[in-house]
């Protein structure tokens, strides 16, 4: 139980363009989802809170208008990086929080690697 | 703002031997304790947590201790395998929010044969 998962799990795209990830819970509904992001080497830094139904709540320094988040049902958050740069090239994962269980264990999707051009 | 230290950055130990990981938090509101392994490439695993009201808790080769005191928790793993080889990270539950936790910065250990 508690399996997350992510779509793509790769993606280049080209400078200026946007691109969407996906997060799903599969087996489990998630009020709440969290996405990271890590750069190489490095830990994952958290970039915003997902609830469903809900505005995104995102962290000190990230773009919310960069990083546009949409948690449209129980099952599915979304993350969007607009007009994406070089510098935004990193790993983006998702985790996610089942509301019938524990409220604080965080279950991770198995990222996204993300190449801008 | 809170703070989750974690030591060492990298660790290599022999096999069949044991590995220990130290995380120190700042937070003292901090009540949650997840450890999470993360192998190359892939989204980090839940190896085991540890709530504040408990000191130590276990799961096969598994360990991890809680000193709310000292505010520092530590992973053990004994008798290590090929397998356990990773980077493992420590993260501590962000004051009184029951869901975002912080993470250290992670630890690469690495078993010889």
């Known amino acids: 139980g508690a399996v997350v998962s992510q779509h793509p799990s790769r993606v280049i795209c080209k400078s200026g363009t946007s691109v969407k990830i996906e997060c799903r819970s599969l087996?489990?509904?998630?009020?709440?989802m969290f996405w990271y992001r890590q750069f190489p080497k490095q830990s994952l830094m958290l970039m915003a809170t997902?609830?469903?139904?809900?505005?995104?709540?995102?962290e000190q320094g990230v773009e919310k208008d960069k990083f546009l988040i949409n948690h449209a049902s129980l099952t599915l958050s979304t993350l969007t990086v607009t007009s994406a740069h070089p510098e935004d090239s990193s790993f983006y994962i998702c985790s996610a929080i089942s509301g019938g269980g524990r409220t604080d264990t965080q279950y991770f999707g198995p990222g996204t690697r993300l190449t801008v051009l | 703002g809170e703070n989750v230290e974690q030591h060492p950055s990298t660790l290599s130990v022999q096999e069949g031997d044991s590995a220990v990981i130290k995380c120190t938090y700042s937070?003292?509101?901090?009540?949650?304790f997840p450890w999470y392994k993360q192998e190359l490439g892939k989204g980090p695993q839940l190896i085991i947590d540890?709530?504040?009201?408990?000191g130590e808790k276990k799961d096969q080769r598994i360990a991890v201790t809680l000193n709310k005191t000292a505010k520092h928790f530590s992973l053990h793993i004994t008798e290590t395998q090929p397998e356990d080889s990773a980077v493992y990270f420590c993260a501590a539950s962000m004051g009184s929010s029951a869901s975002k936790i912080i993470f250290g910065s992670g630890t690469r250990l690495s078993i010889r044969p």
């Open positions: 540890i709530r504040s009201n408990v």
């Open positions: 087996d489990f509904q998630a009020t709440t």
């Open positions: 997902s609830n469903e139904g809900s505005k995104a709540t995102y």
């Open positions: 937070d003292s509101a901090s009540n949650y």
